[in-house]
Nanobody, 117 residues
Framework: QVQLVESGGGLVQAGGSLRLSCAAS????????MGWFRQAPGKEREFVAA????????SYADSVKGRFTISRDNAKNTVYLQMNSLKPEDTAVYYC??????????WGQGTQVTVSS
């Protein structure tokens, strides 16, 4: 099990940028695939981006492709989500999650991102 703490959320105008961070506890961070998800009010949680254990292969939701970049620093036990060209529809609570196999088993508490028009 790994404990995850997100930070970096806030209020930004449309077109702006934010970088979210997710700090993980434990010595086995590099054995986890990591992902970012988000949940807007009244909507289901949705996948945003994922990165492999090594930081190589990444994947993105179509809605953020070309605007968001996921990365990780295994030496710092941290995964990042760089969000550029933000849109009001990106407003949501953003969660990071960890998986050792196919399912994400550990989740952070979330950080609020609000994009004003």
């Amino acid at each position: 099990q790994v404990q995850l703490v997100e930070s970096g959320g806030g209020l930004v105008q449309a077109g702006g940028s934010l970088r979210l961070s997710c700090a993980a506890s434990g010595r086995t961070f590099s054995s986890y695939g990591m992902g970012w998800f988000r949940q807007a009010p009244g909507k289901e949680r949705e996948f945003v981006a994922a990165i492999s254990r090594s930081g190589g292969p990444t994947s993105y939701a179509d809605s953020v492709k070309g605007r968001f970049t996921i990365s990780r620093d295994n030496a710092k036990n941290t995964v990042y989500l760089q969000m550029n060209s933000l849109k009001p529809e990106d407003t949501a609570v953003y969660y990071c999650a960890a998986r050792r196999d196919t399912l994400y088993s550990d989740w952070g508490q979330g950080t609020q991102v609000t994009v004003s028009s």
